[in-house]
């Protein structure tokens, strides 16, 4: 297991770090945005236990909002990269948007999972317009919101047809 570094000026423990890594699970290497998306799916089933499914859209949104700000934050030490693979709190907006649509059955859970990575890499329209087009913080976040979208309405379609 290897991990990515930090650019200069970033520290692990500063909130930049924990917010923009998901405490540091972006770190990890290859396929970060598999491990953000897995500690959100982690941090998804336990907030599922607690409390209702439609909180996670408050979190998704809590995410979406600190994302967006460490995102910048990231891009003002590092300009180089337009969107830096360590960064996977855009991915926890995401999976936690799309949990919070989907039946709180461990089928539909697991299957919501895959099919937001499925979708977060194939990048369907308009998360390919949202990642190509979208400079910055923008860019970053809101093309997992996209696909998050897609994964949302493969499930819902499964539900019509009584596959959940």
Do not use: C
């Not at 998804?44 to 209702?52: C, H, I, K, Q, R």
């Not at 039946?103 to 949202?130: E, H, N, Q, V, Y």
């Amino acid at each position: 297991m290897r991990f990515h570094t930090l650019p200069t000026g970033i520290r692990f423990f500063s909130p930049i770090a924990l917010a923009a890594t998901f405490f540091g699970s972006g770190l990890i290497r290859p396929a970060s945005g598999t491990w953000g998306s897995l500690a959100a799916f982690g941090v998804g089933l336990v907030a599922l236990s607690y409390v209702p499914s439609r909180t996670l859209v408050f979190m998704s949104i809590v995410a979406y909002l600190i994302g967006f700000w460490a995102a910048r934050e990231w891009a003002k030490a590092d300009a180089s990269d337009t969107d830096p693979s360590a960064i996977v709190i855009d991915e926890v907006a995401g999976m936690w948007l799309v949990m919070a649509f989907v039946p709180t059955s461990m089928p539909a859970l697991l299957a919501a999972f895959l099919l937001f990575r499925l979708f977060d890499i194939l990048k369907p329209w308009p998360a390919s317009w949202a990642d190509k087009s979208l400079k910055g913080a923008n860019g970053i976040m809101l093309d997992d919101i996209f696909a998050g979208g897609w994964a949302i309405l493969v499930i819902l379609a499964a539900q019509i047809y009584g596959i959940y």
